[in-house]
């Protein structure tokens, strides 16, 4: 997949780099851009409930992420998100059934203020496709959220995509 910036093409080279930072087994590069996708889209990712501090923002990013389909409707994740105050290691299993997906995200928080019984946690988010919208239902341990959102739509993740490449090389 080429991405456009502009006039400019993320090219092979690209990719192979961007690979690095982002491996995937048993799945083309659309399967992939699309769990990417659902990931960036989950509750705590996207706006978790669950902060360092009042200050801290509730949206994280995505710093690195395996994936691995395991079978037609299964495919396992782990990874690193942070936000400007905390860092996160988020592992699980996406499940597919029908037009829903399951994913399914244990997440252990890399702070040393916290004590170990608030390291780690986990958080259920279900997206179901129906007539073109997704409705997402997450849930913690405790708590239920509802809403109604908008996926990346291809251009859209192609950026953000090409934008992350750019990132992570002028991290290196």
């Given at each position: ?25 048993n ?27 009042d ?11 395996n ?20 860092n ?51 849930k ?33």
């Amino acid at each position: 997949m080429f991405t456009k910036k502009g006039d400019e093409l993320m090219n092979y080279k690209d990719e192979i780099f961007f690979e690095q930072y982002f491996p995937y087994q048993n799945m083309n590069r659309d399967d992939r851009n699309f769990y990417i996708n659902l990931i960036l889209h989950t509750k705590d990712v996207s706006e978790s409930e669950i902060l360092l501090n009042d200050n801290s923002s509730s949206k994280y990013d995505l710093l690195f992420l395996n994936l691995s389909r395991e079978s037609y409707d299964r495919v396992r994740f782990d990874g690193g998100i942070s936000n400007e105050n905390e860092n996160r290691m988020i592992y699980g299993d996406i499940i597919k059934a029908g037009n829903k997906y399951f994913v399914k995200t244990f997440v252990y928080r890399f702070n040393d203020s916290l004590l170990d019984d608030n390291k780690e946690y986990y958080v259920t988010d279900e997206f179901v496709f129906k007539n073109d919208r997704v409705y997402r239902r997450s849930k913690y341990i405790k708590e239920y959220y509802e809403s109604e959102i908008d996926l990346f739509g291809e251009m859209e993740l192609e950026e953000y995509l090409e934008n992350k490449c750019n990132e992570l090389k002028l991290k290196k």
